[in-house]
């Protein structure tokens, strides 16, 4: 499935259309150069989730987690290398079926991961983002 959004607003709203549908357990990979639209994407997940704190980009702490309905964990993949990275950070505390984990830059990790990810692609156009499931 492909979207196409004209701003950041819609690209949050496709975030939250998305959200809705999610049960828990989900790991997702958002794969997309820098201003594609991840972190948007990901504040929308946050609102379907019922999450009131603010979602801000990962870069700098590499992982946040926030409380809603759902745990949500918010990584930065784009420094890591592979599954021993997420392990040191604590990515194990949060394999479960009450969290959704949301790993930007999932391609960044090359070995293979021990969790299955859905990995949803955002690619830049002059004024749209094309994003697909
Ligand atoms: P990423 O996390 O992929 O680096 P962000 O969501 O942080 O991306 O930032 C996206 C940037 O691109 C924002 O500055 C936003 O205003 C701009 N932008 C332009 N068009 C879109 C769109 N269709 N969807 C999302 N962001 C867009
Ligand atoms: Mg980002």
């Known amino acids: ?74 990584i930065d993949a784009y420094r890591l290398t592979g599954y021993s990275d997420l392990r040191s950070i604590g990515i194990e505390d949060y394999l479960n079926n009450n969290t959704i984990i949301i790993i930007e830059w999932a391609d960044r990790l090359k070995d293979e991961l021990p969790f299955a990810i859905r990995n949803i692609t955002f690619e830049i156009t002059d004024d749209s983002r094309i994003i697909s499931f």
């Open 1 to 74: 499935m492909q979207y196409t959004t004209k701003n950041e607003k819609e690209t949050y709203s496709l975030g939250k259309e998305f959200g809705e549908s999610l049960k828990g357990g989900e790991i997702i990979g958002l794969i997309g150069d820098l201003g594609a639209g991840k972190t948007s994407f990901t504040k929308g997940v946050a609102n379907a989730l019922s999450i009131k704190n603010t979602v801000t980009s990962p870069t700098f702490v590499i992982m946040k987690a926030y409380e809603g309905r759902k745990k949500l964990v918010h």
